[in-house]
């Protein structure tokens, strides 16, 4: 168990730069979760803990030792992969034995470790099969059981479970957040879906282009994004942006000149600014009932969810989302009156992004 | 529809000629040889070639008689077995190092020797092993076979390493492996079958390599194929014990050969990742 320190990091390959001078502390026992779009840096940083990259220049600290020149087989690291890279001529129980026997570790207490992880991990009437004769999930959870068995400093999973369908995805989540509970071990996760993102995480590392935008508790992330990108990226269906202006003491969007009522501060922002990016999440549209109290405007499509119904409707040039009740079912072409919830909606930088307060 | 069907019974046929062709442009020359074995010396050069004859052993018999065959194949089996182990020793770990390092010109080197002229390398190992004395010498004749097993065996790993998924080497060194230990307990049983497919080969193409031998062996360590070269004479060729000695040559490859199809087939590296 240890923390994880990293500082002035930056890893090019050639010419390129994919991650530009990064900082970041993770805490012991920590779970923290990298998230972001397919090219963002965050497997990259994950292997660079791992030791599987070299660093370009900085330093990374496992605990209070420098490891920048460590290699990965001495950095006491476990790591679950993507594909779960399981040794296809090794049986379960060897796949998991395997680290233990490379540390000289006594044959008693490593059949002991592997039986209690595979216990954990509901695998034990797998242990003599070899990975070809084991589904997907089961694979997965071997390749769990091998990190798990090692006791190690800190686990890393390279989106683990995003080769599994979608009702395992949602199982093996709450397994592995369970798990982090019990075993106590920094964790450090990657993924690119935001669900995982917010519901495993302690702290989220939203990252786009190899630069943190915003490291954070997922409450944080969601209530007070940082900036529009990481507004955008967590929250689905994605947060709804219209161009907004200050006129007459008023926001009035900059298209069609529909009047938007905005919480104090979010107005504060936009007074000083004079224009910027309203940000409303679909699920901060309530239907008005009386039509003068909020925005009108055309439903395009309808998508019952069961818990909640989306709405589809095109304002002030943004094809926009409203998620309402279930109860609602508007026809395709019905006129609503939609009423964002004015103490939660956000205002950025139409420049940088950056939020407005 | 109908022309479909018309156009896949042409492919068939046509694929079955192709076959056809091909097995007889490959398999005339071997039945010949093999037939020729077993005919009695007169025979063999009569024209047009007799295909209905009462088999002899004669031929084999001659050949035990006049010339030491067992010593001979005994040292086809010594410089075969050392050329291909030669290899093998330093092929598998240079195939894993250019698959693990992506550096290619290595291997490419190799493989530009292997394409090269035998008559290239012939002249200066000549000089190289006369001057150390050892012209004649078994070691002289493993050493330049090498030339022959050492790319076939890294040419026919280095696709059987580079199928390994470099998440399953990733996953060994982050468990504690270091790249020898990679190499020896993740690498080396997934790649079993390729690397008794690139020993055949090797044994195939060095067991049937005539040039080296020719120059750099002497009367004890003489080759099969270079001791047969021995019965074309310049006023008279035996064409019988020629054609027995040459069946006798061929047994061995022709073995292995059939045994190689055994291990193409089994795929080791199934279910390593996801799937």
Redesign the interface.
């Known amino acids: 168990m240890a923390s994880i320190s990293i500082r002035n990091l930056t890893k090019r390959y050639g010419n390129f730069t994919v991650i530009p001078d990064l900082n970041l502390e993770i805490a012991d026992h920590e779970f923290v979760v990298f998230v972001g779009p397919s090219g963002c840096g965050k497997s990259t940083l994950l292997r660079i803990i791992a030791g599987l990259e070299p660093i370009s220049s900085g330093d990374l600290y496992i605990g209070d030792t420098r490891v920048n020149g460590v290699q990965a087989a001495q950095r006491d690291i476990a790591m679950v992969f993507q594909d779960y890279a399981l040794y296809p001529h090794m049986r379960v129980y060897d796949n998991m034995s395997f680290a233990l026997e490379l540390r000289g570790t006594p044959k008693a207490e490593i059949d002991a470790r592997v039986k209690r992880a595979a216990a954990l991990l509901h695998i034990e009437p797998y242990l003599d099969r070899k990975p070809k004769e084991l589904s997907g999930g089961q694979r997965q959870r071997v390749a769990m059981g091998r990190a798990i068995v090692r006791n190690p400093k800190a686990f890393l999973f390279d989106e683990p479970l995003s080769n599994l369908d979608a009702k395992l995805r949602g199982q093996v989540r709450a397994e592995i957040k369970a798990l982090s509970q019990e075993l106590k071990t920094t964790m450090v996760f990657v993924t690119h879906d935001q669900i995982e993102a917010m519901t495993m995480a302690d702290r989220i590392v939203v990252l786009q282009s190899g630069t943190i935008q915003q490291y954070d508790t997922p409450e944080a992330v969601y209530e007070r994004p940082a900036n529009q990108f990481v507004a955008g990226f967590i929250g689905s269906p994605a947060m709804n942006f219209f161009p907004v202006e200050w006129r007459q003491e008023r926001a009035i969007l900059s298209q069609g000149g529909t009047v938007v009522p905005l919480g104090e501060e979010t107005a504060n922002g936009l007074r000083r600014a004079g224009s910027a990016v309203l940000g409303i999440r679909p699920e901060h549209f309530a239907v008005a009932t009386d039509a003068a109290d909020g925005i009108a405007v055309n439903v395009k499509l309808v998508e019952p969810l069961g818990s909640d119904t989306l709405i589809h409707f095109d304002l002030a040039g943004a094809a926009s989302i409203a998620r309402v009740d279930p109860s609602l079912r508007p026809k395709v072409g019905d006129r609503l009156s939609l009423r964002p919830q004015p103490s939660r909606t956000h205002l950025f930088d139409a420049a940088n992004g950056r939020v407005l307060r | 529809m109908t022309d479909a069907v018309n156009t896949d019974r042409w492919i068939r046929w046509l694929n079955l000629v192709q076959l056809v062709l091909a097995g007889v442009i490959i398999m005339t020359p071997t039945v010949w040889m093999v037939l020729s074995s077993f005919k009695p010396s007169f025979e063999v050069t009569a024209y047009p070639p007799t295909l209905i004859f009462t088999p002899t052993l004669d031929n084999y018999v001659e050949l035990t008689k006049t010339t030491p065959f067992l010593s001979y194949a005994l040292n086809s089996l010594i410089v075969t077995v050392g050329s291909t182990a030669l290899g093998l020793l330093f092929g598998i770990p240079a195939a894993f190092a250019v698959s693990w390092t992506r550096i290619s010109w290595p291997a490419i080197l190799t493989l530009a020797a292997r394409m090269a002229p035998g008559t290239l390398f012939l002249l200066p190992w000549y000089v190289m092993f006369r001057q150390v004395g050892m012209i004649g010498s078994y070691t002289a004749l493993i050493l330049s076979h090498a030339v022959i097993t050492l790319p076939i065996v890294i040419w026919v790993l280095l696709p059987s390493f580079d199928a390994i998924?470099r998440?399953?080497f990733?996953?060994?060194?982050?468990?504690?492996?270091?790249v020898t230990?990679i190499l020896w307990?993740?690498a080396l049983?997934?790649v079993a079958s390729g690397i008794a497919v690139s020993a055949i080969l090797a044994f195939v193409f060095s067991w049937n390599y005539f040039l080296f031998a020719l120059v750099l062996s002497n009367g004890d360590t003489k080759t099969l194929i270079a001791a047969a070269f021995n019965f074309i004479g310049e006023g008279s060729t035996q064409w019988g014990a020629l054609m027995a000695a040459a069946t006798l040559i061929a047994l061995p490859p022709l073995v292995l050969a059939a045994l190689v199809q055994r291990w193409l087939v089994s795929g080791?590296?199934?279910?390593?990742?996801?799937?």
């Open positions: 998924p998440s399953v990733e996953a060994a060194q982050v468990d504690g492996c270091s230990r307990r993740i049983p997934l080791l590296t199934l279910g390593a990742v996801k799937g």
